[in-house]
């Protein structure tokens, strides 16, 4: 099955800096990469996503990429805020159709 | 629009009760539906999945099951509860692409 690393486990920016989550992926027929949001004591949401058709993807301060030929996809986030403070999930889906989930980012911004 | 509901939001029961959680989709037919679990500060553990009435699906050997007696009901159950499946469990659901999660029960195994 698909297998989904992501890095740091934790990320700390001062407000106004820009945040990066890396993520890897083991499945090359994996086609559909998801990020998920996750605030203390909620649900995950979905923020954006990715199709393998696409090698970028961006909705206001948040975009994704994504380079299959070295099977990894990355979230950017930029001028954070203390709002962007929670865990992030990187996902990806193989032809199973179920989501892979990587461990998480803990990301903290610094006012 | 779809939305889907779990319920209780949080539950305390004591070690060798049973469990019952029920999660319903609204809004759509035939979905895919799903039950992960999440420890204290870890990832989404993927316990269950189904794609039809009926059908289901476990991805790790544990305590739990899982039931689907109508399309659009997910119910996670045990009957005997252990200190380790204290958590937070979400029931989840799609149609291809993306997933959506519910709010949640937050179970705690006392």
């Known amino acids: 099955g698909e297998n989904v690393e992501q890095h740091p486990s934790t990320l700390s920016v001062q407000e106004g800096d820009s945040a990066v989550i890396k993520c890897t992926y083991s499945?090359?027929?994996?086609?559909?990469f998801p990020w998920y949001k996750q605030e203390l004591g909620k649900r995950p949401q979905l923020i954006i996503d990715?199709?393998?058709?696409?090698g970028e993807k961006k909705d206001q301060r948040i975009a994704v990429t994504l380079n299959k030929t070295a099977k990894h996809f990355s979230l950017h986030i930029t001028e954070t805020q203390p709002e962007d403070s929670a865990v992030y999930f990187c996902?990806?889906?193989?032809?199973?159709?179920?989501?892979?989930f990587g461990a998480g980012t803990t990301v903290t911004v610094r006012a | 629009s779809q939305t889907i509901h779990q319920w209780p939001a949080t539950l305390v029961q004591p070690v060798g009760s049973p469990l019952s959680l029920e999660c319903t989709v609204e809004?759509?037919?035939?979905?895919?539906l799903y039950w992960y679990r999440q420890a204290a500060g870890r990832g989404l553990q993927l316990l269950f999945y189904s794609v039809g009435i009926g059908q289901i699906s476990s991805e790790v050997p544990q305590n739990l099951s899982a039931s689907r007696p109508q399309d659009r009901q997910f119910i996670l159950s045990s009957k005997k509860l252990l200190l380790s499946d204290s958590g937070f469990y979400l029931c989840?659901?799609?149609?291809?692409?993306?997933?959506?999660f519910g709010n949640g029960t937050r179970l705690t195994v006392t």
């Open positions: 990715i199709r393998s058709n696409v």
């Open positions: 989840a659901w799609d149609r291809g692409s993306p997933l959506h």
């Open positions: 499945d090359s027929a994996s086609n559909y």
């Open positions: 809004g759509t037919s035939n979905p895919n």
């Open positions: 996902a990806a889906r193989s032809n199973d159709y179920k989501l892979s």
